[in-house]
């Protein structure tokens, strides 16, 4: 379970900016909706090189929200190469975000304080 793989290919490895395209409005009341909702059941972190890797429960409503999740990801913040490991027996599911060099330090300004304690991460 701690084997890393690089995954990012030559063609997905060419420099994209580590910045969110998401439009103003609703749109972004709606994806910081989703984030709450979706991260509020993490079950653990573990800091990668390249990002971080979630868990969360086996769930079925988990496949549905992290797909929501990585289909709104994928739009605004192209940078981000996402991984899915589901546990065999319905356990639990591991969710990694990736990408290049920065890829990390945007993640962590994005968490909150209080999922930073939670998850024993250290905030910059």
């Known amino acids: 379970m701690d084997e890393e793989v690089e995954t990012m290919s030559a063609e997905t490895s ?3 900016p ?3 395209e998401l ?3 609703g749109q972004i009341s709606r994806r910081e909706e989703l984030s709450r909702e979706l991260f509020g059941g993490c079950k653990s972190v573990r800091e990668l090189g390249d ?4 868990v969360f429960p086996g ?4 496949i549905e929200g992290l797909a929501r999740f990585v289909a709104e ?7 981000f190469a996402f991984e899915l490991r589901f546990e065999p027996d319905l ?3 591991s969710f990694r975000m990736r990408g290049p060099e920065g890829t990390k330090e945007f993640l962590a300004r ?3 304080e209080e999922f930073a304690e939670e998850h024993s991460l250290e905030l910059d």
């Open 14 to 16: 060419r420099k994209l």
């Open 73 to 79: 990801e994928r739009e605004c913040c192209r940078f």
């Open 91 to 93: 356990g639990s599911i």
């Open 59 to 62: 769930g079925k409503e988990w």
């Open 18 to 20: 580590i910045a969110c």
């Open 51 to 54: 990002g971080y890797e979630f």
């Open 110 to 112: 994005q968490f909150t």
């Open 23 to 25: 439009l103003e409005g």
